[in-house]
T-cell receptor
Framework: GENVEQHPSTLSVQEGDSAVIKCTYSDSASNYFPWYKQELGKGPQLIID?????GEKKDQRIAVTLNKTAKHFSLHITETQPEDSAVYFC??????????FGDGTTLTVKP | NAGVTQTPKFRVLKTGQSMTLLCAQDMNHEYMYWYRQDPGMGLRLIHY???????AKGEVPDGYNVSRLKKQNFLLGLESAAPSQTSVYFC?????????????FGEGSRLTVL
């Protein structure tokens, strides 16, 4: 089955700096890669996703890049703000209904 | 529009007791899922359903049962709770699986087994 590894597990940045979170996956059949943000006491919420026919996708301050050859994808957050502080999860989905999540990255943005 | 609603939000059980978590979605989604979240281990899929009347095992199904008698509801049961099942449980739904499906999550149910 799919195995998704996520790094780092914790990340602390100064407000205004950029943050990068990286994930690798094992199943070459995976071709949908979402990123979820989980705020304290809430369920995860999709913030951006990418499909395998695209190398990069951007939505305002967040972007995701995908390298299918190397089997890794990354989340980039620019101009970080305190409200970006949360736990971020990547996922890979090789089969319908079976997303595999990374272990999460706790991002802290210091004002 | 409530989205995905989980009940109860908190529960404390003694070892060996049984309970059922209820998930309801009002988005007419075909797919529904139960995940558990433990510290440092991300979200692990317990069981899922690709439509009314169907269920399938996920990554960590042992000790749990599920039912999807109605499209909008997905129930997670623990027949004989164990301390290892102390966790936060999340229900999710999606319009479809297979590379198209944003997951919509509930707010979680925190279960403690003593």
């Amino acid at each position: 089955g799919e195995n998704v590894e996520q790094h780092p597990s914790t990340l602390s940045v100064q407000e205004g700096d950029s943050a990068v979170i990286k994930c690798t996956y094992s199943d070459s059949a995976s071709n949908y890669f979402p990123w979820y943000k989980q705020e304290l006491g809430k369920g995860p919420q999709l913030i951006i996703d990418i499909r395998s026919n695209v190398g990069e996708k951007k939505d305002q301050r967040i972007a995701v890049t995908l390298n299918k050859t190397a089997k890794h994808f990354s989340l980039h957050i620019t101009e970080t703000q305190p409200e970006d502080s949360a736990v971020y999860f990547c996922a890979g989905e090789p089969n319908a209904g079976k997303s595999t999540f990374g272990d999460g990255t706790t991002l802290t943005v210091k004002p | 529009n409530a989205g995905v609603t989980q009940t109860p939000k908190f529960r404390v059980l003694k070892t060996g007791q049984s309970m059922t978590l209820l998930c309801a979605q009002d988005m007419n989604h075909e797919y529904m899922y139960w995940y558990r979240q433990d510290p440092g281990m991300g979200l692990r899929l317990i069981h899922y359903s690709v439509g009314e009347g169907t269920t399938a095992k996920g990554e960590v199904p042992d000790g749990y049962n599920v039912s999807r008698l109605k499209k909008q509801n997905f129930l997670l049961g623990l027949e004989s709770a164990a301390p290892s099942q102390t966790s936060v449980y999340f229900c999710a739904s999606s319009f479809a699986g297979g590379h198209t499906g944003e997951l919509f999550f509930g707010e979680g149910s925190r279960l403690t087994v003593l």
